[in-house]
């Protein structure tokens, strides 16, 4: 996906203790990691990613504070690790064998004077040498008394905790959705994203069908020139979300929508500011184009102020209220206020229309009047496309993760979407959902029919209260959830970890939109009878 590591971007650094850092490579800057050191950016801007950098303690006569480890390094220590005490038969490389350890620990006695290095030799070592780090963690084994009575697993977390400790390396990753998720969640305020992890992310997104849609074909006449551009019918998906955007970001990840050209492919950079190129715009383009939003895969999304909280698509180049021209996200999402899908009419920016104006009055205004006056009329044709569009319908899938009642935001949502659609509802618990199955349950459909057939007849009052919802535009309700939990699985062992955190479960409500037939529906043909007579002639024959 990504070449390289680009400037003004977010990106992740792998730490030996398996945590995670993101951090932005802003260019003449100077990164610190804490007790592993600091290091400037623009050392790490234009390498490659999933490269794996040393800080050393000592700079080199060029100034430069990181490394790149080499994969044969990287690949004979593992290998070292691994193959230390295996105890395979000589001549036997085909078949695998289970090493059995025939040490153990009973006979160890926990001590400090079991390692014979101390801790002024150690900062000794720090000062000698630009790469101590190895050299330490080689003579701490040197100078371990018992080591030789270690087990194989024991031996092998004594050195894994000295190389998270001495080993000053980390990784750089690209960012993704799945690294933004476990940092926050681990690192930061899960109840920022509604404790919402990977796994549920998935399966959000697997229930409600967010997929990608392709590439647009260019169809050419006979002579080799473009005559049109096809687009293919793609997903519209309606999105409440009250995660900060995270959310929006795994469903336009699944869409394809999600990260810029420029980060994909590492070009479109100038070569002197190393930032994206911008199009240079003339006096004739000026005048804003009316059509500045997609109609094919499309997220529009629904908030109940008078901004949408997206600050998580910071960390994949998108700011919703400076988006750049060339971010997919530009075109490809969308959003709207609650005012304004349920009484537009009240809302002051949809309402508002802006004044014509005259070829001479506009020539004679100066550019920066010129300029607002553009602005707001492209505002405004914007706002105006994107909720007639939304009150319109035709979705193809409902996405809520909300702390607000589900109730209330899928009876005006569920009418938009057209015939099955999916919708799918998170909660990190698991009681609001319950009641949102019970309220379209087939009881309460069938209870619902009766109702509407009594009040039509004139025999039962017409109460909204008893049905917050239409329960016969969705079907088949059901509750799902999902948790992966890491395990050990070692030679002769497997069992789990016990230092997992806790935190709400997490559960997803998944149903599908259907369309109720209008009218009465009456069963036709007798096939049970007549299967039933054919048997009794059949007896008497």
Same mark, same amino acid.
């Given at each position: 996906?990504?070449?390289?590591?680009?400037?003004?971007?977010?990106?992740?650094?792998?730490?030996?203790?398996?945590?995670?850092?993101?951090?932005?490579?802003?260019?003449?800057?100077?990164?610190?990691?804490?007790?592993?050191?600091?290091?400037?950016?623009?050392?790490?801007?234009?390498?490659?990613?999933?490269?794996?950098?040393?800080?050393?303690?000592?700079?080199?006569?060029?100034?430069?504070?990181?490394?790149?480890?080499?994969?044969?390094?990287?690949h004979t220590e593992a290998l070292l690790a691994d193959g230390e005490g295996d105890g395979e038969a000589e001549g036997d490389t085909n078949t695998p064998s289970i090493p059995v350890p025939?040490?153990?620990?009973?006979?160890?006695?926990?001590?400090?004077?079991?390692?014979?290095?101390?801790?002024?030799?150690?900062?000794?070592?720090?000062?000698?040498?630009?790469?101590?780090?190895?050299?330490?963690?080689?003579?701490?084994?040197?100078?371990?008394?018992?080591?030789?009575?270690?087990?194989?697993?024991?031996? !092998?977390?004594?050195?894994?905790?000295?190389? +998270?400790?001495?080993?000053? *390396?980390?990784? $750089? %990753?690209?960012?993704?959705? #799945? &690294?933004?998720?476990?940092?926050?969640?681990?690192?930061?305020?899960?109840?920022?994203?509604?404790?919402?992890?990977?796994?549920?992310?998935?399966?959000?997104?697997?229930?409600?069908?967010?997929?990608?849609?392709?590439?647009?074909?260019?169809?050419?006449?006979? !002579?080799?020139?473009?005559?049109?551009?096809? +687009?293919?019918?793609?997903? *519209?998906?309606? $999105? %409440?979300?009250?995660?900060? #955007? &995270?959310?929006?970001?795994?469903?336009?990840?699944?869409?394809?929508?999600?990260?810029?050209?420029?980060?994909?492919?590492?070009?479109?950079?100038?070569?002197?500011?190393?930032?994206?190129?911008?199009?240079?715009?003339?006096?004739?383009?000026?005048?804003?184009?009316?059509?500045?939003?997609?109609?094919?895969?499309?997220?529009?999304?629904?908030?109940?102020?008078?901004?949408?909280?997206?600050?998580? &698509?910071?960390?994949?180049?998108h700011d919703v209220n400076e988006p750049s021209e060339t971010h997919p996200l530009s075109t490809h999402l969308k959003t709207l206020s609650w005012l304004q899908l349920l009484h537009p009419?009240?809302?002051?920016?949809?309402?508002?229309?802006?004044?014509?104006?005259?070829?001479?009055?506009?020539?004679?205004?100066?550019?920066?009047?010129?300029?607002?006056?553009?602005?707001?009329?492209?505002?405004?044709?914007?706002?105006?496309?994107?909720?007639?569009?939304?009150?319109?319908?035709?979705?193809?899938?409902?996405?809520?993760?909300?702390?607000?009642?589900?109730?209330?935001?899928?009876?005006?949502?569920?009418?938009?979407?057209?015939?099955?659609?999916?919708?799918?509802?998170?909660?990190?618990?698991?009681?609001?959902?319950?009641?949102?199955?019970?309220?379209?349950?087939?009881?309460?459909?069938?209870?619902?029919?009766?109702?509407?057939?009594?009040?039509?007849?004139?025999?039962?009052?017409?109460?909204?209260?008893?049905?917050?919802?239409?329960?016969?535009?969705?079907?088949?309700?059901?509750?799902?959830?999902?948790?992966?939990?890491?395990?050990?699985?070692?030679?002769?062992?497997?069992?789990?970890?016990?230092?997992?955190?806790?935190?709400?479960?997490?559960?997803?409500?998944?149903?599908?939109?259907?369309?109720?037939?209008?009218?009465?529906?009456?069963?036709?043909?007798?096939?049970?009878?007549?299967?039933?007579?054919?048997?009794?002639?059949?007896?008497?024959?």
């Open positions: 996906m990504h070449s390289s590591i680009p400037p003004n971007a977010y990106v992740a650094l792998k730490l030996p203790s398996d945590s995670t850092k993101i951090l932005q490579t802003t260019p003449h800057s100077n990164i610190s990691l804490g007790k592993y050191g600091s290091f400037p950016c623009n050392q790490i801007i234009g390498r490659p990613f999933y490269a794996t950098f040393e800080i050393a303690d000592h700079p080199d006569a060029d100034g430069h504070v990181l490394r790149i480890v080499p994969a044969t390094e990287l025939q040490e153990d620990n009973r006979n160890i006695i926990d001590q400090g004077s079991t390692q014979q290095l101390t801790m002024a030799q150690i900062e000794e070592l720090k000062q000698s040498s630009t790469h101590a780090g190895r050299e330490i963690i080689a003579r701490l084994l040197e100078s371990h008394s018992a080591l030789d009575q270690k087990t194989q697993f024991s031996r !092998a977390k004594y050195m894994l905790r000295k190389r +998270k400790k001495y080993m000053h *390396r980390f990784t $750089v %990753v690209p960012m993704d959705v #799945g &690294l933004l998720t476990e940092w926050v969640i681990e690192q930061k305020v899960p109840g920022r994203i509604m404790e919402l992890r990977d796994e549920v992310l998935g399966l959000v997104g697997a229930w409600a069908n967010v997929h990608y849609g392709g590439e647009s074909e260019v169809a050419t006449d006979n !002579a080799g020139k473009v005559d049109e551009v096809v +687009k293919r019918a793609r997903g *519209r998906w309606l $999105v %409440v979300d009250d995660t900060g #955007g &995270l959310v929006v970001a795994a469903m336009a990840e699944r869409a394809g929508i999600l990260y810029p050209p420029e980060v994909l492919s590492g070009e479109g950079f100038d070569s002197s500011t190393r930032q994206p190129a911008k199009p240079t715009l003339s006096m004739e383009d000026e005048t804003p184009a009316e059509g500045v939003s997609a109609s094919h895969t499309t997220l529009t999304v629904i908030h109940p102020n008078l901004q949408p909280n997206l600050s998580m &698509l910071k960390y994949f180049s009419s009240e809302d002051a920016i949809y309402d508002m229309v802006p004044p014509e104006v005259t070829e001479e009055e506009l020539a004679s205004w100066k550019p920066s009047k010129r300029g607002m006056h553009f602005k707001k009329k492209r505002r405004w044709t914007r706002v105006r496309n994107v909720v007639d569009e939304t009150r319109a319908g035709g979705f193809d899938g409902l996405i809520v993760a909300t702390l607000m009642d589900p109730a209330s935001i899928l009876k005006h949502t569920v009418p938009l979407l057209a015939g099955s659609a999916q919708v799918v509802v998170y909660s990190p618990y698991v009681e609001p959902l319950v009641q949102l199955a019970d309220l379209y349950s087939t009881a309460r459909r069938t209870a619902y029919i009766t109702y509407k057939r009594e009040v039509a007849e004139g025999a039962a009052e017409d109460k909204e209260e008893d049905f917050p919802v239409d329960p016969t535009l969705l079907l088949a309700p059901t509750l799902h959830t999902s948790r992966v939990r890491a395990w050990q699985v070692l030679p002769g062992r497997t069992h789990p970890l016990m230092t997992g955190r806790g935190g709400a479960e997490g559960y997803v409500f998944h149903a599908v939109r259907v369309l109720p037939a209008i009218g009465k529906v009456e069963a036709r043909g007798v096939q049970a009878k007549k299967r039933r007579k054919l048997a009794d002639e059949t007896e008497t024959s």
